[in-house]
């Protein structure tokens, strides 16, 4: 429990204050943007560029006050009114409040994801307000969930997210499928193989996702979805499953899908130089606020091999995977 790294996933549920936030009918006060999280977390990586920059303006903004920043807020809203409280981190105890406000989904959402962001998130009482969690009735707190469960869960858990791979909600979708990249249990296999087909699935990213997750599985059946899934018409997922082809077969015959088929008919051991799968995490340099101010770090994410899954017998050929492969590419609105 919690031997995964939350950082890669973290800092998307207020990065972009005019994509959460909306004015109510009239003016007066704002409200969380249900729809501009969901915008906001699909865009994980774009939000983390644009944290650096909102804080140069922020800082810049307030600097000649210190912490009078009243004019930005509106009498009666909940806007900050200090720079000192634009940067006061949220307290456990408020993010566990919010987890469980039962009246308001959107506290619920910030709440679980700030949680299963937390150095701390894998306690077992979190983990069972993940669980707990996964069957609430609004799509964006149960993807919030499925957060925890892939950052701090374990392969008993595949069943609760299989549950939810099949919803209408795309973020939900692509939350299932990364988490099962983290998850490690052959009878997600199925749900990957069909959520990797365009016909049942029409969301590219989910797609993508199930590409790389199936790379941990050696059996002929993934073998030829991955395959076909060549024959994607997203790059993307091309990409995703030549890396899943390469790490399990040791071959790389490109984007050649004649070859690939050929090799498959010839070969008898289709995994003897299989190496070791490692699920692609978030990796990016140093902005140049970051190279200045120390405590500011990339959210960057130790890559390692699902939960549950053994390490390749000595006898078949694994080895390491290069870290540059390990890199989750780049999500997009």
Known sequence: MGRRAASGWSAVSSLRPERCLREAPGGGTRHFNREGARAALFGIIRDMEYLGRIGTVMIAACATGLGSCKGIAHEGTNQPTSI????????????????????????????????????????????????????????????????????????????????????????????????????????????????????????????????????????PRVIDGLTAALGDRDLSVNDAALRSLRTLTGQDFGDNLREWVAWKKRTVDLFAARRTYIYPVFQREKTWLETFVPLWVPPNEIAASPAGMDAPSVGTGAVPVEPDDATEPNAVN
């Open 84 to 219: 000192f409280e634009v940067f006061t981190p949220t307290t456990p105890a408020m993010a566990a409040a919010w987890a469980a406000d039962e009246y308001d989904a959107d506290k619920r959402y910030r709440g679980t994801l700030l949680l299963a962001n937390a150095p701390f998130g894998g306690e077992r009482v979190y983990v069972e307000m993940y669980t707990h969690a996964s069957a609430d009735e609004d799509p964006v707190v149960r993807a919030a969930a499925i957060r925890g469960l892939a950052l701090h869960g374990s392969p008993e858990h595949v069943p609760l997210i299989l549950k939810q791979f099949d919803d209408p909600d795309r973020m939900l979708r692509w939350e299932c499928a990364r988490a099962l990249q983290r998850l490690h249990d052959p009878a997600a296999i199925p749900a990957m193989l069909k959520h990797m087909v365009e016909k049942s699935e029409d969301e590219s990213l989910v797609r993508s996702a199930c590409a790389d997750g199936l790379g941990q599985y050696a059996e």
